[in-house]
Nanobody
Framework: QVQLVESGGGLVPAGGSLSLSCAAS????????MGWFRQASGKEREFVAA????????YYEDGVKGRFTISRDNAKNTVYLQMNSLKPEDTAVYFC?????????????????WGQGTQVTVSS
């Protein structure tokens, strides 16, 4: 069982930055690939970024490439999402998720555990 707790969301003007964190319980964090997803009001949950267990493989959704950076610190059982140059369309609840294994995946059903989400609101 893995518990994930996101933090760092908030309200920011367009062009601003936010840094999200996701703290994981358990001793096997380094065995899990991690992902960030988001869900805007009235829309389906979508992939944002993912990182392999060793940080050797990283994927981004095309719309966030060059603006968002995913990273992890296995010693701290934490995955991060640095978000720069934020746009109003980035407004959503952001979720972190974990999947056992080294491979990185973009699909929701590939992930086993989910956090409760943190709200990010970008004002225009």
């Amino acid at each position: 069982q893995v518990q994930l707790v996101e933090s760092g969301g908030g309200l920011v003007p367009a062009g601003g930055s936010l840094s999200l964190s996701c703290a994981a319980s358990g001793r096997t964090f380094s065995s899990y690939a991690m992902g960030w997803f988001r869900q805007a009001s009235g829309k389906e949950r979508e992939f944002v970024a993912a990182i392999s267990s060793s940080s050797s493989n990283i994927y981004y959704e095309d719309g966030v490439k060059g603006r968002f950076t995913i990273s992890r610190d296995n010693a701290k059982n934490t995955v991060y999402l640095q978000m720069n140059s934020l746009k109003p369309e980035d407004t959503a609840v952001y979720f972190c998720a974990s999947r056992l294994g080294v491979a990185v995946r973009r699909t929701i059903n590939a992930y086993d555990y989910w956090g409760q989400g943190t709200q990010v609101t970008v004002s225009s």
